[in-house]
């Protein structure tokens, strides 16, 4: 069936540094979602990318869309504390529209 | 707008039981999802419901149901209780316009813990 990979599955980084994951899918998306989840908390929705190629930036944080519609990528600039969380992608199979949760990567921020 | 409610949010019980999770969707959202959510196996979809209607189902066995309301509020029924159902279930709620799945809004969850 259909998988969402994400990659790194773990990043632990000093404060400062920047961060990337990647989020890889074994079929076609119709668009693709980043969610944040802090510790203890729950999912929450960051963006949604739609078009082929499709970059937004919130602040610090920069979204892709790759080309194919088949992998998105989430970096951070520069990190802090508040960055901490596990992200995750999610992405509407264009063949089911279903959505699926990528595995998450979660980011450690070191004082 | 009030957001995702759930409860209970701490739940705790023994092999071979049953249990029943609530979910209330934002005010206007049709659509509800549930996920379970493990350290091991992340985020995993369960199925979701529109209009009363389970629209789409994950790769669960038959002991996970689910029904909708007419006002959309959600409920989830494990019976029979495993040890390996220990996780935090996660209800999430969209207004989509479309058919297919939109921007999820999630609750705060419920911890269930199986003994």
């Known amino acids: 069936g259909q998988q969402v990979m994400q990659i790194p599955q773990y990043q632990h980084v000093q404060e400062g540094e920047d961060f990337t994951t990647y989020c890889n899918s074994s079929?076609?998306?119709?668009?693709i979602q980043w969610y944040k989840q802090r510790p203890g908390g729950h999912p929450v929705f960051l963006i949604q990318?739609?078009?082929?190629?499709e970059v937004k930036k919130q602040k610090r944080l920069t979204f892709q869309f790759g080309e194919a519609k088949k992998n998105s990528s989430l970096h951070i600039t520069a990190t802090q504390t508040t960055d901490v969380g596990t992200y995750f992608c999610?992405?509407?199979?264009?063949?089911?529209?279903?959505?699926?949760f990528g595995t998450g990567t979660r980011l450690q921020v070191f004082p | 707008k009030a957001g995702v409610t759930q409860t209970p949010r701490y739940l705790i019980k023994t092999r071979g039981q049953q249990v029943t999770l609530s979910c209330s969707p934002i005010?206007?959202?049709?659509?509800v999802s549930w996920y379970q959510q493990t350290p091991g196996q992340g985020l995993q979809f369960l199925f979701e419901?529109?209009?009363?209607?389970?629209?789409n189902k994950g790769n669960f066995p038959g002991r996970f149901s689910g029904r909708q309301f007419s006002n959309s509020r959600s409920e989830m029924n494990v019976s029979t209780l495993e040890l390996g159902d220990s996780a935090l279930y996660l209800c999430?709620?969209?207004?989509?316009?479309?058919?297919?799945?939109?921007?999820?809004?999630f609750g705060p969850g419920t911890r269930l813990t199986v003994l």
């Open positions: 999430a709620s969209s207004f989509p316009p479309r058919e297919i799945p939109d921007t999820q809004y």
């Open positions: 079929t076609t998306l119709s668009n």
């Open positions: 419901y529109f209009s009363e209607t389970q629209r």
């Open positions: 005010s206007g959202h049709r659509s």
């Open positions: 990318l739609v078009k082929s190629g």
């Open positions: 999610a992405g509407i199979s264009h063949n089911t529209d279903k959505l699926i």
